[in-house]
């Protein structure tokens, strides 16, 4: 295992070659991150150093060194630490300065979030150099939605939250011989057993020994199948509402208001054109936000596992992030068709064991918090 560090303008500092342990977590719809811990030497010192970029031999995703810790224990062993999350996460440096109001597809909407706040911004000092847009991914047949951005709100939540309720996974890849870092959005294959899309099947079952340990959590803790959402507020006007879920009922309801103040029925256009909804076009918008927000509210479903990475699937060739396949445990009774979002590769002693998370980890505590404000 090598890794390459480069500066933030990619000009190569060195080569890693010690790495006592190193976790590479990518993750299909938002940030990945990683935790590196080498031998102290002067060289490991000066290129792991925060701000600098890593990225690992012959991988196309890079990451960015924000946190360096020296230590030294008393047998006088000294170690860095090193941490830091993929180029994704330069997104997160910019807000949705203007709101984005449109009728598009999910694909179409990331790329507009990502044009206007990053990489072609009508302020040329919020322009992140060397970032562009793909123009080589294929069409993800998203489909056509009403989509209304929170104004002044993260641009990557944004484009994680629209990402993550289009089933779509987001990446930066970089080229570190140009230095040019590329946006992309891309779809996981259908590799589950009965795909009509002539793939080979990916299944993961300890009968076909790829499967070293598992963990399966089912969770309607968080659930919510039904949403109010409430629009703007004005003196002496009925305030609009949207429902969607409706469907449910009895036991089965579970409710949630969501405030949508910041969708306005009357604003300005990209062409400084005054444009007035129509009721039934506004309550479409409210319904729009509805339905991405319930998605931070479904039903979770994580099947953990540990691969043998020695066993009869190869990584990145049979199955990849994003990738849909089907999981087996005839002993529990599951058999379950589901994509993977998340995998952590971890190198210690110069062995390599793959973790993969199948479907949706539970969601994060900040996460709920930030539902709970809501």
């Known amino acids: 295992m090598e890794l390459y560090v480069y500066s933030s303008e990619m000009e190569l500092q060195g080569i890693v070659e010690k790495i ?11 940030c990945g991150e990683f935790k590196l811990l080498v031998p102290f030497t002067e060289e490991h010192s000066r290129m792991l150093v925060k701000n600098n970029i890593i990225m690992k031999r012959g991988d196309d995703e890079a990451a960015q060194i924000r946190y360096v810790s020296i230590t030294k224990n008393s047998q006088g062993l000294e170690e860095i ?20 109001i449109t009728n598009d597809t999910t694909q179409n909407i990331l790329y507009r979030i990502v044009r206007e706040n990053v990489t072609n911004p009508a ?8 970032v562009s847009i793909a123009t080589d991914d294929e069409d993800t047949e998203s489909g056509v939605i009403d989509y209304t951005s929170e104004q002044y709100t993260n641009a990557q939540l944004a484009a994680e939250t629209a990402a993550k309720a289009a089933k779509l996974g987001i990446r930066m890849r970089t080229d570190a011989r140009t230095g040019a870092h590329v946006f992309s959005v891309y779809e996981g294959r259908d590799l589950t057993a009965g795909n009509t899309a002539g793939n080979a099947p990916c299944i993961f079952s300890q009968e076909f020994d790829n499967i070293v340990e598992q963990e399966y959590t089912n969770s ?3 659930l919510k199948t039904t949403a109010f959402v409430g629009g703007e507020e004005k003196e002496g006007v009925a305030r609009k509402v949207a429902e969607v879920g409706g469907s449910a009922a009895g036991l089965a309801r ?3 208001f969501i405030n949508a103040t910041d969708i306005v029925q009357e604003y300005e256009d990209d062409d400084g054109e005054q444009v007035t909804l129509t009721d039934a076009e506004y309550l479409a918008l409210l319904s729009a936000r509805g339905a991405e927000e319930l998605e931070q509210y479904a039903e979770t479903l994580s099947f953990g596992s540990k691969i043998n990475t020695f066993a009869n699937l190869i990584y990145r060739t049979d199955y990849d992030l994003g990738d849909r396949v089907t999981c087996v445990n ?3 009774g599951i058999r379950i068709d589901v994509r993977i979002t998340e995998i952590a590769e971890t190198y210690q002693n110069n062995v390599e064991e793959i973790d993969i998370t199948f479907g949706e980890s539970l969601p994060a505590l900040l996460t709920q918090i930030r539902q709970i404000t809501k």
């Not at 006592?20 to 938002?30: C, D, E, K, V």
């Open 20 to 30: 006592a342990s190193l976790i590479w977590t990518r993750r299909y719809w938002s």
């Open 81 to 100: 630490e090193v941490q830091g999350k993929f180029l994704i996460t330069w997104i997160g440096k910019r807000i949705i300065k203007k709101q984005i």
């Open 123 to 130: 302020d040329t000092a919020r322009k992140i150099p060397d």
């Open 220 to 222: 309607v803790e968080n």
């Open 254 to 256: 579970e409710e949630v």
């Open 330 to 332: 005839k002993r529990w």
